[in-house]
């Protein structure tokens, strides 16, 4: 089973500011196979980035996602008030996992 | 506009049974995968199960194979989780969700519903 470690657990962060996710796989991700969803509290999880890089639906470009391999990236350029949450990143390469989340709070 | 609802949860005894239910509009159920994905309260999100758009195929986490059974009905648009030999450790919200389109097994999750609550207690 591969092991997805998100880093920070928490982030501390103001509105403008620019928020750096990380996601670090215990082996090699397939295909880039990486999703990042949002998750605010009583909602829900919205999918925000699927293969690594491409933006879902409706998503703002603030919200960008990278990386390869076993480590993954989601980028939020300038931070809204709305984005404050929680955020999972998810392989889907090899049966699916999650990370164990990272809490983005002001 | 896609919408998933999920129904039949409840507190169950330990060792007890619960069939969930997720009625599906605002798409063509049977061109999609479905998938069960389930967070204990005030935990992370862990995958439970998928299924195929016809039904023919169906996987499950290591930690209710043998215990829960997804399926489909396209007929009726919903999809569905039979959960046996409930444990303390099922206790959860569980989500039914969408597969991307094209994607088969090897997919994220594109439309969430809102989730219904498991608990299992004595």
């Known amino acids: 089973e591969i092991v997805l470690t998100q880093s920070p657990g928490t982030l501390s962060l103001s509105p403008g500011e620019r928020a750096t996710l990380s996601c670090r796989a215990s082996q090699s991700v397939s295909s880039n196979y990486l999703a990042w969803y949002q998750q605010k509290p009583g909602q829900a999880p919205r999918l925000l980035i699927y293969g690594a890089s491409s933006r879902a639906t409706g998503i703002p470009d603030r919200f960008s996602g990278s990386g390869s391999g076993t480590d993954f990236t989601l980028t939020i350029s300038r931070l809204e008030p709305e984005d404050f949450a929680v955020y999972y990143c998810q392989q889907y390469g090899s049966s699916r996992t999650f990370g164990q989340g990272t809490k983005v709070e002001i | 506009q896609v919408q998933l609802v999920e129904s039949g949860g409840g507190l169950v005894k330990p060792g007890g049974s619960l069939r969930l239910s997720c009625a599906a509009s605002g798409f063509t159920f049977s061109d999609y995968y479905m998938t069960w994905i389930r967070q204990a309260p005030g935990k992370g999100l862990e995958w439970v199960s998928y299924?195929?758009?016809?039904?023919?195929?169906?996987y499950y986490a290591d930690s209710v194979k043998g215990r829960f059974t997804i399926s489909r009905d396209n007929a009726k648009n919903s999809l569905y989780l039979q959960m046996n030999s409930l444990r303390a450790e099922d206790t959860a919200v569980y989500y039914c969700?969408?597969?991307?389109?094209?994607?088969?097994?090897?997919?994220?999750?594109?439309?969430w519903g809102q989730g219904t609550l498991v608990t299992v207690s004595s």
């Open positions: 969700a969408r597969d991307g389109r094209y994607c088969g097994g090897d997919c994220y999750s594109d439309y």
């Open positions: 299924i195929s758009s016809s039904g023919a195929t169906r």
